[in-house]
Nanobody
Framework: QVQLVESGGGLVQAGGSLRLSCAASGSIFRINAMGWYRQAPGKQRELVAAISSGGSANYTDSVKGRFTISRDNAKNTVYLQMNSLKPEDTAVYYC??????????????WGQGTLVTVSS
């Protein structure tokens, strides 16, 4: 089995910062792309940022210049540094990873989600 465990969510005032972490564990041979999604109440889940195994990152337009995704391959961990937070960033944030397991099978894994609330 492979698990993703997220941490770092919470309540912050507009303009503040938070850093999310997501650590993968289990029978992992390699992790390909990793990403962060979010889902606000009444809205569909959307991709916020993604990063390849080589470190190439892309972002949805609404967070460009404010959020930074990074990863530590040695720790099987991905991070999301969120600065200049806005109330519209309020959502449950989910970590996602494409994992090649030790049995060579590919698996897409999701974390349990962490709530980010930005007050105005």
């Amino acid at each position: 089995q492979v698990q993703l465990v997220e941490s770092g969510g919470g309540l912050v005032q507009a303009g503040g910062s938070l850093r999310l972490s997501c650590a993968a564990s289990g029978s992992i041979f390699r992790i390909n792309a990793m990403g962060w999604y979010r889902q606000a109440p009444g809205k569909q889940r959307e991709l916020v940022a993604a990063i390849s195994s080589g470190g190439s990152a892309n972002y949805t337009d609404s967070v460009k210049g404010r959020f930074t995704i990074s990863r530590d391959n040695a720790k099987n961990t991905v991070y999301l540094q969120m600065n200049s937070l806005k109330p519209e960033d309020t959502a449950v944030y989910y970590c996602n990873a494409g994992v090649v397991r030790t049995n060579w099978r590919y698996l897409e894994v999701w974390g349990q989600g962490t709530l980010v609330t930005v007050s105005s």
